[in-house]
């Protein structure tokens, strides 16, 4: 902890006595001074207490030198009922320009009561001469009162300054410097954002450069590649921001050959250097301070720096002591040993709502007036300065408008002169503004950033008020000191804090995730997610499902999709094709050669080698396999005189290399290391001699063929072959993709808690910035506690709190945040139900169910940190109280799912699996379709999907003549319902986000025609349309006085008779389209207020609509739309199964059909067909290169080929006239069906907007599946 600091010097105000040890705003009494503020003080007041008219009190230490400062401790006032519980920390080497301490959220935890000392071990020390105690929050029922005590030990330093003109050379003994291994280490702080602090290179290329740049540092590392050195595009890594602020910041920077760790202040940033080398090899001499040009004394390359660097080591070589010491290796030019301090002080205004600082000016003696001031914000708004001029009611306006500066004059009530100039100048950095006029008569009083609550005759804030520093503020070239106006003597102000700059990057470190993009105001942080694949506050959620097999179950068929096998983890997103044509749903990833391969000329010397590269990255690669139940890839190996072993002794002659690198010499099969090929497993190779067909090494054409299926081996990265060089020696092969199917990822692994006390225990949750966690749960009992984690203070737990709520809690301390959603039924219905809960710096949110989402809004300078030490328990406490008892299934955190099974087989109390055919590890249920236990079996209730069946699979697929046209009348299920958040912490506030999702397929060829719109009754709407020429327009109007956002992911006809399906997610802001992989931003995020209808084809009398949107309903829609669903709706079920109903209105002619699923079929056959073909060219391919092939086979090959088509085509055609021939009598029967279902399960109607769909099944198709309940 270092050497106690002790103060023990008698106080005396600053003006009286320049040794003073203590300073204050204001003491309340005499015997109140900060002297008595010592810990465990009892003498005078027994510590500091401000008078009560202090509006911004603050107690100041002077160390008398600068010291390092390792830990801080708070105490209340003795004897009385006066402490703070809340409160800032600056620093200074002057004790007049000053800057916050941060940790977390930069507030520091005070006292409880006048007697307990809180002490505070800082992470990262401060080496400063004044510290500042700044009361936030006391005690309500008492005072401000405090006693301190500080704890470090003494700094010293070797320091120089740099005026901007000046340099330090460092030069070599020898003519160039050349290392493998650097640690180079200097403290600097900064007057401006621009500057050289070192700079070195070499005749070879070689080149190291540290600069600042917009206040950042950049560091710019090259070895020996020539072709960076004079070439523009030349990459640094930056760390920092905000260097310019005149406070001490450090850097380190270590290398060892090219492996670099670059550390500014408390971030590192890890990489490799370019360049072919491994030393930095330096002709002549390193500079500090700037770049000077060889020959010509004075001048320089690049901006010198302007500043004081202390502690500068280069390689463990002090080389500002040597400076000092005058040695002979340095070259001083024009520096200084000493820092010079400015006299430039900054004033924070605080709020950009309250913030105001009015000032009385005297008039200029030339007429007009001139204001000058430097300013820097993040804001892009905010009112500078307003100004009253003599002519009423003329006025002027300098303000931030969409990141420009706009000067309004007000030359009358109505009419007004613009002018713009800049660009962003919200980004953080300073700026200067020089306003002057002449002939313009100006009163004596200046608004400058924003107005008083109490209005000013002519100043309003027109957007918001200033929220950011300035400094220099000078009126008709009269400086304005800020002590007078903070003594109230020059002006008035609010929300205003002096003689330091409160601006503060929260974008470091950036906390959006995969890559996201961060943006920032001055009170929080934004993140773009566009072009990552996920979405949410922090880029944190992805927008792709973990593998193919879960695609299969929202409804998907074959196709190219983008899957995400660790879901919210750090791997990003990966395209594969998914195989759903058979029982198996197949993964498919290619890589860079999938094409046969001829070989000759190798030798085991000089061998062949082809390098695979996949599609996904390894690690994605690795992930997949993982998650998957089997994967397989396909050898294909012909040869001619051509080995693959060694006859004599075994020896590989050729190999593939695995996923991990490792050499493979087994040729097919699941069995590694036994160096055989698939014949040889199977029997049947051409010479039972020999272990594989190649190594009969024969003078014809051989084939070993196999498929490789231990998949802890795979991908194949790599094939080397060494036996073509012989004469007549060849080989041809081909790797086919990695094919995958199944999920370990365990979706249906679940356990069932039969004892309150009972529990599963599993690590500490890693979650400090960010979790989500999600699972679904059946119970019968009234309450219990799903999951908790304890920290030290910090905690997370999910519970059912009542039969109907379901509550999200935790503590990241800021205090207690309760998030709960409350159900309009039972939870504890022995049904499953799933939660999804997710915390992050940014917000935090619970969904149960199809229920509206909750979330809460973090605090902007809260804790963000979620520290957690216990084990993870679930299904109970550590305490062994308020255990859950029932079934938990399907424990996912951050995309990864919890092995409960397992854990469960060795607990008492608790049994691996749930009981009910609902928990089976098939789906019975597919597209939102919920499984509904039963005592004879079990119901799908397909009434939040847009399908139907048994299985809610089924299309149900209308045929839309132009007239004809399906109407949705919302109403509000759950007005009665309020899903509020209670007890949370006032630091969090709750918010509502704007959320659709959409989903359809279509079939036409017609255009321009309506698909779907969605109107409000405050005339918002969404449409849905294919334009003239055929192309998919989606039309968002979510403000009146807005023009409407249009997007047109395809530019290409989609009127072409072919099935089209189309599923869009909206989260507030962005659009994604998730077949079509596309992200949108709307000019709004604003929500649909009161939503009217949802109409489906044709559509007349539509309000405040684009001409284009109104031409294409007047047209109506000709075709099929199928599986049409919004939200929860489904338009289409309701119009079949609710005829009569006030929510559905029919005009024209509907005919229910199958047009879905038969252009699923179609497709289906087209691919199939296209399949068999590749294969086909595939073996022709190999096998006349063999010679093998005569032109009888290929006539008898033909000739089969023909036949097996021609009676494919008929048996097609047969059944398709069969099907049309029973359609009507189906679909009766179809619709008889549903409705005797919704009879019989009214009870599980939820929503009395449309009907619920459920089919019962008969529990004897299902052996061994025992239903009994906990």
Same mark, same amino acid.
Request: charged fraction near 20%.
């Given at each position: 902890?270092?050497?106690?600091?002790?103060?023990?010097?008698?106080?005396?105000?600053?003006?009286?006595?320049?040794?003073?040890?203590?300073?204050?705003?204001?003491?309340?009494?005499?015997?109140?001074?900060?002297?008595?503020?010592?810990?465990?003080?009892?003498?005078?007041?027994?510590?500091?207490?401000?008078?009560?008219?202090?509006?911004?009190?603050?107690?100041?230490?002077?160390?008398?030198?600068?010291?390092?400062?390792?830990?801080?401790?708070?105490?209340?006032?003795?004897?009385?009922?006066?402490?703070?519980?809340?409160?800032?920390?600056?620093?200074?080497?002057?004790?007049?320009?000053?800057?916050?301490?941060?940790?977390?959220?930069?507030?520091?935890?005070?006292?409880?009561?006048?007697?307990?000392?809180?002490?505070?071990?800082?992470?990262?020390?401060?080496?400063?001469?004044?510290?500042?105690?700044?009361?936030?929050?006391?005690?309500?029922?008492?005072?401000?009162?405090?006693?301190?005590?500080?704890?470090?030990?003494?700094?010293? +330093?070797?320091?120089? !300054?740099?005026?901007?003109? @000046?340099? #330090?050379?460092? %030069? &070599? =003994?020898?003519?160039?410097?050349? /290392? *493998?291994?650097?640690?180079?280490?200097?403290?600097?702080?900064?007057?401006?954002?621009?500057?050289?602090?070192?700079?070195?290179?070499?005749?070879?290329?070689?080149?190291?450069?540290?600069?600042?740049?917009?206040?950042?540092?950049?560091?710019?590392?090259?070895?020996?590649?020539?072709?960076?050195?004079?070439?523009?595009?030349?990459?640094?890594?930056?760390?920092? +921001?905000?260097?310019? !602020?005149?406070?001490?910041? @450090?850097? #380190?920077?270590? %290398? &060892? =050959?090219?492996?670099?760790?670059? /550390? *500014?202040?408390?971030?590192?940033?890890?990489?490799?250097?370019?360049?072919?080398?491994?030393?930095?090899?330096?002709?002549?001499?390193?500079?500090?301070?700037?770049?000077?040009?060889?020959?010509?004394?004075?001048?320089?390359?690049?901006?010198?720096?302007?500043?004081?660097?202390?502690?500068?080591?280069?390689?463990?070589?002090?080389?500002?002591?040597?400076?000092?010491?005058?040695?002979?290796?340095?070259?001083?030019?024009?520096?200084?040993?000493?820092?010079?301090?400015?006299?430039?002080?900054? /004033?924070?205004?605080?709020?950009?709502?309250?913030?105001?600082?009015?000032?009385?000016?005297?008039?200029?003696?030339?007429?007009?007036?001139?204001?000058?001031?430097?300013?820097?914000?993040?804001?892009?708004?905010?009112?500078?300065?307003?100004?009253?001029?003599?002519?009423?009611?003329?006025?002027?306006?300098?303000?931030?408008?969409?990141?420009?500066?706009?000067?309004?004059?007000?030359?009358?009530?109505?009419?007004?002169?613009?002018?713009?100039?800049?660009?962003?100048?919200?980004?953080?950095?300073?700026?200067?503004?020089?306003?002057?006029?002449?002939?313009?008569?100006?009163?004596?009083?200046?608004?400058?950033?924003?107005?008083?609550?109490?209005?000013?005759?002519?100043?309003?804030?027109?957007?918001?008020?200033?929220?950011?520093?300035?400094?220099?503020?000078?009126?008709?070239?009269?400086?304005?000191?800020?002590?007078?106006?903070?003594?109230?003597?020059?002006?008035?102000?609010?929300?205003?804090?002096?003689?330091?700059?409160?601006?503060?990057?929260?974008?470091?470190?950036?906390?959006?995730?995969?890559?996201?993009?961060?943006?920032?105001?001055?009170?929080?942080?934004?993140?773009?997610?566009?072009?990552?694949?996920?979405?949410?506050?922090?880029?944190?959620?992805?927008?792709?499902?973990?593998?193919?097999?879960?695609?299969?179950?929202?409804?998907?068929?074959?196709?190219?999709?983008?899957?995400?096998?660790?879901?919210?983890?750090?791997?990003?997103?990966?395209?594969?094709?998914?195989?759903?044509?058979?029982?198996?749903?197949?993964?498919?990833?290619?890589?860079?050669?999938?094409?046969?391969?001829?070989?000759?000329?190798?030798?085991?010397?000089?061998?062949?080698?082809?390098?695979?590269?996949?599609?996904?990255?390894?690690?994605?690669?690795?992930?997949?396999?993982?998650?998957?139940?089997?994967?397989?890839?396909?050898?294909?190996?012909?040869?001619?005189?051509?080995?693959?072993?060694?006859?004599?002794?075994?020896?590989?002659?050729?190999?593939?290399?695995?996923?991990?690198?490792?050499?493979?010499?087994?040729?097919?099969?699941?069995?590694?290391?036994?160096?055989?090929?698939?014949?040889?497993?199977?029997?049947?190779?051409?010479?039972?001699?020999?272990?594989?067909?190649?190594?009969?090494?024969?003078?014809?054409?051989?084939?070993?063929?196999?498929?490789?299926?231990?998949?802890?081996?795979?991908?194949?990265?790599?094939?080397?072959?060494?036996?073509?060089?012989?004469?007549?020696?060849?080989?041809?092969?081909?790797?086919?993709?990695?094919?995958?199917?199944?999920?370990?990822?365990?979706?249906?692994?679940?356990?069932?808690?039969?004892?309150?006390?009972?529990?599963?225990?599993?690590?500490?949750?890693?979650?400090?910035?960010?979790?989500?966690?999600?699972?679904?749960?059946?119970?019968?009992?009234?309450?219990?506690?799903?999951?908790?984690?304890?920290?030290?203070?910090?905690?997370?737990?999910?519970?059912?709190?009542?039969?109907?709520?379901?509550?999200?809690?935790?503590?990241?301390?800021?205090?207690?945040?309760?998030?709960?959603?409350?159900?309009?039924?039972?939870?504890?219905?022995?049904?499953?139900?799933?939660?999804?809960?997710?915390?992050?710096?940014?917000?935090?949110?619970?969904?149960?169910?199809?229920?509206?989402?909750?979330?809460?809004?973090?605090?902007?300078?809260?804790?963000?940190?979620?520290?957690?030490?216990?084990?993870?328990?679930?299904?109970?406490?550590?305490?062994?109280?308020?255990?859950?008892?029932?079934?938990?299934?399907?424990?996912?955190?951050?995309?990864?799912?919890?092995?409960?099974?397992?854990?469960?087989?060795?607990?008492?109390?608790?049994?691996?699996?749930?009981?009910?055919?609902?928990?089976?590890?098939?789906?019975?249920?597919?597209?939102?379709?919920?499984?509904?236990?039963?005592?004879?079996?079990?119901?799908?209730?397909?009434?939040?999907?847009?399908?139907?069946?048994?299985?809610?699979?089924?299309?149900?697929?209308?045929?839309?003549?132009?007239?004809?046209?399906?109407?949705?009348?919302?109403?509000?299920?759950?007005?009665?319902?309020?899903?509020?958040?209670?007890?949370?912490?006032?630091?969090?506030?709750?918010?509502?986000?704007?959320?659709?999702?959409?989903?359809?397929?279509?079939?036409?060829?017609?255009?321009?025609?309506?698909?779907?719109?969605?109107?409000?009754?405050?005339?918002?709407?969404?449409?849905?349309?294919?334009?003239?020429?055929?192309?998919?327009?989606?039309?968002?109007?979510?403000?009146?006085?807005?023009?409407?956002?249009?997007?047109?992911?395809?530019?290409?006809?989609?009127?072409?008779?072919?099935?089209?399906?189309?599923?869009?997610?909206?989260?507030?802001?962005?659009?994604?389209?998730?077949?079509?992989?596309?992200?949108?931003?709307?000019?709004?995020?604003?929500?649909?207020?009161?939503?009217?209808?949802?109409?489906?084809?044709?559509?007349?009398?539509?309000?405040?609509?684009?001409?284009?949107?109104?031409?294409?309903?007047?047209?109506?829609?000709?075709?099929?739309?199928?599986?049409?669903?919004?939200?929860?709706?489904?338009?289409?079920?309701?119009?079949?199964?609710?005829?009569?109903?006030?929510?559905?209105?029919?005009?024209?002619?509907?005919?229910?059909?199958?047009?879905?699923?038969?252009?699923?079929?179609?497709?289906?056959?087209?691919?199939?067909?296209?399949?068999?073909?590749?294969?086909?060219?595939?073996?022709?391919?190999?096998?006349?290169?063999?010679?093998?092939?005569?032109?009888?086979?290929?006539?008898?090959?033909?000739?089969?080929?023909?036949?097996?088509?021609?009676?494919?085509?008929?048996?097609?055609?047969?059944?398709?006239?069969?099907?049309?021939?029973?359609?009507?009598?189906?679909?009766?029967?179809?619709?008889?069906?549903?409705?005797?279902?919704?009879?019989?399960?009214?009870?599980?109607?939820?929503?009395?907007?449309?009907?619920?769909?459920?089919?019962?099944?008969?529990?004897?198709?299902?052996?061994?599946?025992?239903?009994?309940?906990?």
């Amino acid at each position: 902890m270092g050497h106690l600091i002790h103060m023990r010097h008698w106080f005396s105000r600053k003006a009286d006595n320049a040794n003073a040890s203590f300073e204050c705003s204001s003491h309340s009494s005499v015997s109140g001074v900060p002297y008595f503020s010592k810990i465990n003080e009892r003498d005078g007041a027994g510590g500091w207490s401000p008078q009560a008219t202090d509006r911004q009190p603050w107690m100041q230490l002077d160390l008398k030198d600068r010291m390092e400062v390792t830990a801080i401790a708070t105490q209340g006032r003795y004897g009385s009922s006066d402490w703070v519980s809340g409160y800032l920390l600056l620093f200074s080497d002057t004790g007049r320009a000053w800057k916050q301490y941060r940790e977390e959220d930069g507030r520091f935890v005070g006292n409880v009561n006048p007697n307990d000392v809180v002490h505070h071990k800082l992470s990262h020390s401060i080496r400063s001469r004044f510290l500042r105690f700044v009361p936030l929050d006391w005690n309500p029922s008492g005072w401000v009162g405090l006693r301190v005590e500080v704890y470090g030990c003494a700094y010293k +330093s070797d320091v120089t !300054d740099f005026d901007g003109r @000046s340099s #330090l050379l460092y %030069r &070599f =003994n020898q003519k160039s410097m050349s /290392t *493998v291994k650097d640690v180079i280490s200097l403290r600097f702080k900064s007057r401006q954002a621009e500057g050289v602090l070192l700079h070195g290179e070499g005749q070879r290329g070689d080149y190291i450069t540290l600069e600042l740049h917009r206040g950042r540092l950049a560091l710019y590392l090259n070895l020996d590649d020539t072709r960076l050195r004079f070439s523009s595009g030349r990459v640094a890594v930056t760390l920092g +921001s905000l260097l310019d !602020d005149q406070h001490w910041h @450090s850097v #380190l920077i270590e %290398r &060892f =050959n090219k492996q670099v760790n670059f /550390t *500014v202040d408390s971030h590192t940033e890890h990489f490799r250097t370019k360049g072919e080398g491994v030393s930095l090899e330096v002709d002549y001499e390193l500079s500090f301070g700037g770049i000077p040009l060889p020959g010509k004394p004075g001048t320089f390359l690049r901006k010198n720096f302007h500043g004081c660097i202390e502690n500068l080591y280069y390689n463990g070589i002090n080389v500002i002591d040597l400076a000092k010491r005058r040695k002979p290796q340095i070259y001083s030019g024009n520096v200084t040993f000493s820092c010079s301090e400015p006299q430039l002080v900054s /004033t924070t205004f605080l709020s950009s709502s309250s913030s105001f600082l009015s000032l009385r000016a005297t008039a200029s003696s030339l007429g007009g007036f001139a204001v000058r001031f430097r300013f820097r914000t993040w804001n892009p708004d905010g009112l500078l300065l307003s100004t009253r001029l003599a002519l009423e009611p003329q006025r002027l306006e300098l303000q931030i408008s969409n990141s420009r500066l706009r000067l309004t004059h007000h030359t009358s009530a109505q009419q007004k002169e613009e002018v713009s100039t800049g660009h962003r100048v919200n980004d953080g950095l300073w700026h200067s503004v020089s306003l002057s006029s002449r002939g313009l008569q100006k009163r004596f009083s200046d608004c400058v950033s924003g107005c008083p609550s109490v209005n000013v005759a002519g100043c309003v804030n027109p957007t918001l008020a200033f929220q950011g520093c300035m400094r220099l503020i000078s009126v008709n070239s009269q400086p304005i000191d800020l002590n007078l106006l903070r003594q109230g003597r020059l002006g008035n102000y609010r929300e205003l804090q002096f003689n330091t700059c409160g601006i503060h990057d929260r974008c470091l470190p950036n906390f959006c995730e995969h890559a996201g993009q961060c943006s920032q105001s001055w009170s929080t942080f934004y993140c773009d997610c566009s072009g990552t694949g996920y979405n949410g506050a922090t880029c944190h959620n992805s927008i792709y499902e973990v593998s193919c097999e879960a695609y299969r179950l929202a409804g998907s068929s074959s196709g190219y999709f983008s899957i995400d096998p660790d879901g919210s983890g750090p791997l990003g997103p990966t395209k594969v094709y998914c195989n759903m044509t058979e029982d198996k749903v197949w993964t498919v990833v290619t890589h860079n050669s999938t094409d046969p391969i001829r070989v000759q000329g190798s030798t085991l010397q000089k061998p062949y080698i082809m390098k695979f590269n996949y599609s996904a990255s390894p690690e994605q690669l690795i992930a997949l396999v993982a998650g998957s139940e089997q994967c397989q890839q396909e050898v294909t190996y012909s040869c001619r005189k051509s080995r693959l072993f060694n006859t004599r002794d075994g020896t590989p002659l050729s190999w593939w290399v695995d996923q991990a690198g490792e050499r493979r010499t087994y040729w097919g099969g699941f069995l590694p290391g036994v160096q055989q090929c698939s014949c040889s497993l199977e029997e049947n190779c051409i010479d039972m001699n020999y272990f594989c067909n190649c190594d009969a090494d024969t003078d014809s054409w051989a084939n070993d063929t196999g498929v490789l299926s231990y998949k802890e081996h795979l991908p194949v990265s790599e094939i080397v072959i060494g036996d073509t060089n012989r004469t007549f020696s060849e080989a041809l092969y081909r790797i086919g993709p990695l094919r995958c199917y199944g999920d370990t990822n365990p979706f249906f692994d679940s356990s069932s808690f039969y004892q309150e006390s009972s529990y599963l225990h599993f690590p500490t949750l890693q979650t400090e910035l960010s979790a989500d966690l999600s699972f679904y749960f059946k119970t019968s009992a009234p309450s219990g506690v799903f999951l908790e984690n304890l920290g030290l203070k910090d905690f997370i737990r999910l519970e059912l709190s009542s039969p109907s709520v379901v509550t999200f809690s935790f503590d990241v301390g800021n205090g207690p945040v309760i998030l709960a959603v409350k159900s309009h039924v039972p939870l504890n219905d022995r049904q499953w139900h799933y939660v999804r809960a997710e915390r992050s710096v940014k917000e935090a949110s619970l969904q149960v169910d199809q229920l509206p989402l909750r979330f809460l809004e973090a605090p902007s300078d809260g804790h963000l940190r979620l520290r957690l030490n216990s084990q993870l328990f679930v299904g109970g406490t550590a305490a062994r109280q308020r255990g859950f008892l029932g079934c938990i299934r399907t424990l996912t955190i951050n995309g990864v799912t919890v092995n409960l099974e397992e854990r469960a087989k060795m607990t008492p109390g608790v049994s691996p699996g749930c009981p009910g055919h609902c928990s089976s590890s098939s789906s019975l249920c597919h597209n939102r379709g919920r499984c509904v236990e039963k005592n004879s079996g079990y119901v799908c209730d397909c009434s939040q999907s847009a399908y139907g069946g048994s299985s809610c699979t089924e299309e149900v697929s209308v045929s839309f003549d132009r007239e004809s046209s399906v109407t949705y009348t919302f109403q509000e299920p759950f007005s009665v319902m309020q899903n509020r958040s209670s007890q949370a912490s006032s630091w969090y506030r709750e918010s509502s986000r704007a959320r659709e999702n959409m989903a359809f397929s279509f079939m036409t060829t017609q255009s321009p025609a309506m698909l779907l719109t969605v109107s409000t009754f405050s005339q918002q709407y969404i449409a849905v349309i294919l334009a003239r020429n055929g192309s998919l327009q989606i039309w968002y109007h979510l403000h009146v006085d807005r023009r409407p956002d249009v997007f047109s992911p395809r530019p290409s006809s989609l009127a072409d008779g072919r099935l089209h399906r189309i599923r869009l997610h909206r989260e507030g802001r962005y659009i994604y389209l998730q077949d079509m992989n596309l992200k949108y931003s709307l000019t709004s995020e604003a929500e649909l207020i009161s939503i009217k209808s949802l109409a489906l084809g044709k559509v007349t009398g539509l309000e405040a609509v684009s001409e284009d949107v109104m031409w294409a309903g007047s047209k109506g829609f000709i075709g099929c739309l199928s599986s049409v669903q919004f939200n929860r709706v489904a338009p289409l079920k309701a119009a079949l199964l609710n005829h009569g109903s006030s929510l559905v209105s029919i005009r024209g002619q509907l005919v229910e059909s199958n047009c879905g699923l038969l252009a699923d079929s179609a497709i289906l056959h087209s691919q199939s067909g296209k399949e068999g073909l590749i294969l086909l060219s595939i073996n022709l391919l190999f096998y006349k290169d063999g010679c093998c092939f005569s032109q009888i086979g290929v006539v008898t090959t033909v000739v089969f080929i023909t036949l097996c088509a021609v009676a494919v085509m008929t048996r097609f055609l047969y059944r398709h006239r069969q099907g049309r021939t029973d359609a009507s009598v189906t679909e009766k029967e179809h619709r008889h069906n549903l409705e005797t279902a919704y009879r019989r399960e009214t009870a599980y109607q939820a929503e009395p907007a449309y009907r619920t769909e459920l089919h019962l099944n008969n529990s004897s198709s299902l052996r061994n599946n025992r239903e009994y309940y906990i």
